[in-house]
Structure formats: C-alpha cells, structure tokens
C-alpha cells in the first residue's frame, strides 16, 4: 500500500494535472525521493530516448555518523524506468530500493560503485570495485517486464585475473574462465574454460529485486 501511496501523485499528474507531453522525467519521481542520476537510450526498439532515473530516499534517519566520525547519507536507491513516445514519457518500471547507499562501509576498501549503461537496447547495472574486479548485471525488457538475462564478473588480484563468470539466463549456460596461471606474478594469464548448465524457472524481474547485493549469482 505505501508503494501505492509513492507513486499516486505522478499518476494524478497525468490524469489531472497537465498534457502527457509536457511532463518530465523529473515528475515521475516520488514523494520523498530525489534525483540521483538520469539516463538515457533506447530500451524498447522504437529509435526513441527512454529515460532511466536512478532515486534516492531522502529519509533524515539515514543520515548517520560513520566510523571516521563524518556524517554520510545511507539511503538506499531505487530506479524509474520511462518509454518516450510521440506524447511524452509513460512508467514502464519501477523500483524504490533495490539498490544498496553509495555512502556504505567498504572496510578497508571502498564499497563497490554502482554505474549504469544503455547500450543495445539492454539495461546494465555495473558494480566496479577497483582491484578486486567488477560484476554486471543485464536486463532486457520482454513479456512487459525487465527481466535479467546475463551476468558477468571478473575476480581479480590488482592488475590480475583471477577468474571470469558468464551466465546467459536465455540459454541456461554458464561459463567460468580461471586463470591457470594466477599464482605466477610475472606469468601471462591462461585461462581454463568450464562450461554447466544452470537451473532457472522464471527470470528474475528487475520491480522485483529486493536488494542487488543479495542475488547470489553462486547459486547458479
């Protein structure tokens, strides 16, 4: 019901409140939500910009003291996706949280920085983490729904790879890449190639992600 509540004022806006084309991207965006960043491309094939906003809570709460005593904002993030169309913009998905602060406690390294890419008419959510590799997810919108379709990451050591991991959640197919040579510092990395077969019912929706953190792509 609250996620109801969020969204009623843009609906009320399209209903009531102006003509389809002269709404902006920014209106879509909840009460007690800001703009964090705003993308654009084309996700649908139509050769139009759809908009992606990535949103964030504005919650005072979260707004805490963290261990070198500096005051960090620890709301999470959500996302809007948005069609053009000759009209103007029109919802296509939401999610108000699923994404972690880019304020969280790394240790004694950074915590992963979330980037964002449309390319291909595909959605990527990249999580970059300096020496230690990156992993990407990739949604593409079919059947009325962004729907993960492929993960890949790369575990390294510095300037190192230690192994890569391919999934395509189309063909159930995963590949995973270790480097042979990982323990020879001076070595050219060679790579061992193992392909399995994954297990999956229903792809997994992007308005449905309670936390990209919590995916376990192991599991597969």
Request: glycine share 8%; with cysteine; charged share 30%.
């Amino acid at each position: 019901m609250n996620r109801i509540l969020k969204i009623l004022p843009f609906y009320l806006l399209i209903v009531f409140g102006c003509n389809a084309q002269d709404i902006e991207p920014s209106d879509f965006i909840p009460t007690g939500y800001s703009e964090f960043e705003k993308h654009f491309g084309d996700l649908n094939k139509d050769g139009l910009n759809d908009c992606v906003l990535i949103i964030k809570n504005t919650d005072t709460a979260n707004i805490v003291t963290n261990r070198f005593d500096k005051k960090v904002d620890r709301n999470r993030r959500g996302i809007i996706v948005l069609f053009k169309n000759e009209k103007g913009y029109q919802l296509a998905d939401i999610n108000f949280d699923c994404f972690s602060s880019e304020n969280e406690d790394g240790g004694v390294y950074f915590a992963p920085e979330l980037g964002i890419e449309i390319k291909n008419n595909k959605l990527y959510f990249l999580y970059g983490h300096g020496r230690y590799g990156y992993w990407k997810y990739t949604f593409r919108f079919q059947k009325s729904n962004f729907e993960l379709i492929g993960y890949d990451s790369s575990s390294d050591r510095g300037p190192i790879t230690m192994s890569e991991t391919s999934i395509n959640f189309l063909t159930r197919k995963k590949l995973i890449k270790e480097n042979i040579n990982k323990n020879d510092e001076g070595g050219e990395e060679n790579f061992k190639e193992t392909w399995s077969d994954i297990e999956i019912g229903n792809l997994i929706k992007l308005s449905e992600i309670k936390d990209f953190d919590g995916l376990g792509m192991y599991n597969y």
